[in-house]
T-cell receptor
C-alpha cells in the first residue's frame, strides 16, 4: 500500500553542517511530493514541493529533487542553522481530495 | 496567507466526556482534514470533508465523528473520550483540485489530554 519511509531521528548536527534527510515512498503512479516542517509548539508548515519527475523544490536554503527511478525525495541543506531545529515530514498526495500520506517525521537538532 | 485556526491550544478532559475540537479556515477551501499526531507514528488521518455536510473516513475514524455545517468550519467530536485519545490533533485545509497538487495548510494544533 501507499507509504512513506523517512530516516529515523534524531539527527544532531553542528551549526553550518550539511544536512540530508532521506525519504522514499511507495505509491501508485507519480504523485506530488512535499516536505513539511514543524517547529516546537506549532503546526506543520509547507517547506517545499515537487509535482513531477526531476522537479527540484527549494525554499529557505532547503532543496529536494523528485527522483522517479528511486522513488525518493531526499531533503538537503548546505549549511544548517540553530533555527532549523524542528521535525521534518515527507509526504505525498494520494488519490482524490488531496489526501496526504505522511512519513513518521525526522527530528533535527542543530547545536551552536 | 491562509489562516487555519484551532479553537484551543491545550485541552484537558475526563474519560467519558463528549469533546469538541473546532477548526476554522479563512480561504474558502473546499477540503478540510483532521489528523492526530503521535510520537513515532507521524500524522494519521481521522476524517476529511470535501464539501459542506460531506465527510469521509480516514485511516483511524473509530471513536470520532465530524461535523461540517459551514464551509469554513470543521469540527471533530470525541463521542466518549478515552485515555488512548490523548494526542496532538491537527486540522488542515486545501483547495479542491482532483488529481492536482494543492498543498494542505495546517493549524497550530490542539494538545488534548484525557484523564
Amino acid at each position: 500500500g501507499n507509504s512513506v519511509t523517512q530516516m529515523e531521528g534524531p539527527v544532531t548536527l553542528s551549526e553550518e553542517a550539511f544536512l540530508t534527510i532521506n525519504c522514499t515512498y511507495t505509491a501508485t503512479g507519480y504523485p506530488s511530493l512535499f516536505w513539511y516542517v514543524q517547529y516546537p509548539g506549532e503546526g506543520l508548515q509547507l517547506l517545499l514541493k515537487a509535482t513531477k519527475a526531476d522537479d527540484k523544490g527549494s525554499n529557505k536554503g532547503f532543496e529536494a529533487t523528485y527522483r522517479k527511478e528511486t522513488t525518493s525525495f531526499h531533503l538537503e541543506k548546505g549549511s544548517v542553522q540553530v533555527s532549523d531545529s524542528a521535525v521534518y515530514f515527507c509526504a505525498f498526495l494520494s488519490g482524490g481530495y488531496n489526501k496526504l500520506i505522511f512519513g513518521a517525521g525526522t527530528r533535527l537538532a542543530v547545536h551552536p | 496567507d491562509v489562516k487555519v485556526t484551532q479553537s484551543s491550544r491545550y485541552l484537558v478532559k475526563r474519560t467519558g466526556e463528549k469533546v469538541f475540537l473546532e477548526c476554522v479556515q479563512d480561504m474558502d477551501h473546499e477540503n478540510m482534514f483532521w489528523y492526530r499526531q503521535d510520537p513515532g507514528l507521524g500524522l494519521r488521518l481521522i476524517y476529511f470533508s470535501y464539501d459542506v455536510k460531506m465527510k469521509e473516513k480516514g485511516d483511524i475514524p473509530e471513536g470520532y465523528s465530524v461535523s461540517r455545517e459551514k464551509k469554513e468550519r470543521f469540527s471533530l467530536i470525541l463521542e466518549s473520550a478515552s485515555t488512548n485519545q490523548t494526542s496532538m490533533y491537527l486540522c488542515a485545509s486545501s483547495l479542491q483540485y482532483l488529481g492536482g497538487n494543492q498543498p494542505q495548510h495546517f493549524g497550530d494544533g490542539t494538545r488534548l489530554s484525557i484523564l
